[in-house]
């Protein structure tokens, strides 16, 4: 049975991950400051899965010991948050990275797997892979492009090291649902509200990806056996058929909810947008997705119709963050 560590475990991506985990037969440790609660509650028996509640600035690096590999989550997880305070979202998302990677390498991890993210390439021009220019505009993806930088010099024939640029994720999380992200918020308003909002034109590309296909991403790479196929690499985590235009992605739910209206916000035009290839997973991993933009807000319309998951603070993260700050809660 291996043993892996699981940083940013209490969150949206964690939550779901550490479930698959140790279903698929690995011990898991659970590292999260768990800023939104005890999110792992319901799991928190199972005799695999060690839950602890830190910092990744601050962990014991015993707690690595004996760790196979190394899944990095962990981090301030938007662009808004990541605006809120940037030395401080430099100091957990950059810095706070290099350290988890740097430790595991000191105690003898096998694999350092880094949860990045494909707005690193910003407002990119063209369909964009692993090879091409960078261009992050927020501060949350200016942490993972320059903690890529410093990470992969860890890298050898001892210390393997991949990144995974995620696509924007979607689909049900019930332990943590987000309701800041795309699809999930567009859900939300056409259940509630019957309208789904753009901003400006809608012309905006965005590449998506479900939840359960990011962690299936990462199980892929700790499986691996073949070190030369992920050492040092970069993989774009996604599908080019999930590669939408923000106008495109609303038209779909005009389909599934035929009663709804579309509304476009001219101020607050976002800038990011990229369209992003994703061959090289699928050469390399053999990498497919097995879920749709269509999956994803149909379960999420169910598990809002059945009270599995509510629309409070804790789903949209700067909201939350705010909240505990204004209330002078220790945040970060």
Request: hydrophobic share 40%.
């Amino acid at each position: 049975m291996k043993k892996i560590l699981i940083t940013g475990a209490g969150g949206y991506i964690g939550t779901q991950m550490v479930e698959y985990f140790l279903e698929n037969g690995y011990e898991v440790i659970a590292l999260d400051k768990y800023l939104f609660g005890n999110t792992l509650k319901d799991l928190q028996g199972h005799p695999n899965l060690t839950i602890v509640k830190d910092d990744i600035r601050y962990f014991d690096k015993i707690l690595l010991a004996g760790v196979y590999a190394v899944i990095d989550l962990a981090s301030i997880s938007n662009d808004p948050s990541s605006e809120l305070l940037p030395s401080i979202t430099m100091d957990i998302n950059r810095d706070g990275a290099i350290r988890v990677a740097t430790l595991a390498k000191e105690m003898g991890v096998k694999k350092f797997i880094f949860s990045s993210s494909c707005s690193i390439y910003g407002a990119g021009d063209g369909i964009l892979n692993e090879e091409s220019p960078v261009a992050p505009i927020s501060v949350y993806a200016k942490c993972k492009i320059a903690a890529e930088e410093n990470i992969i010099g860890l890298a050898d024939e001892n210390f393997s090291v991949t990144f995974l640029r995620n696509a924007t994720v979607y689909g049900l999380s019930t332990r943590r649902m987000r309701f800041d992200l795309i699809i999930n918020i567009m859900t939300l308003n056409a259940w509630k509200n019957n309208k789904v909002t753009i901003m400006g034109q809608g012309n905006q590309w965005r590449p998506l990806v479900h939840v359960i296909d990011v962690i299936r991403a990462f199980e892929l790479v700790v499986k691996e056996q073949d070190i030369n196929k992920i050492n040092g690499q970069a993989f774009n985590v996604g599908s080019n058929e999930q590669n939408f235009q923000v106008f495109q992605v609303a038209e779909r739910f005009k389909t599934l909810f035929p009663e709804i209206t579309v509304e476009a916000k001219q101020e607050n035009a976002d800038p990011r947008s990229y369209h992003v290839n994703f061959d090289k997973i699928a050469k390399v991993l053999n990498y497919k997705t097995t879920r749709t933009i269509d999956d994803g807000i149909m379960e999420v319309r169910k598990a809002l119709a059945d009270n599995k998951v509510s629309d409070g603070i804790t789903t949209r993260t700067v909201e939350y963050y705010k909240q505990l700050m204004s209330e002078g809660e220790p945040v970060f």
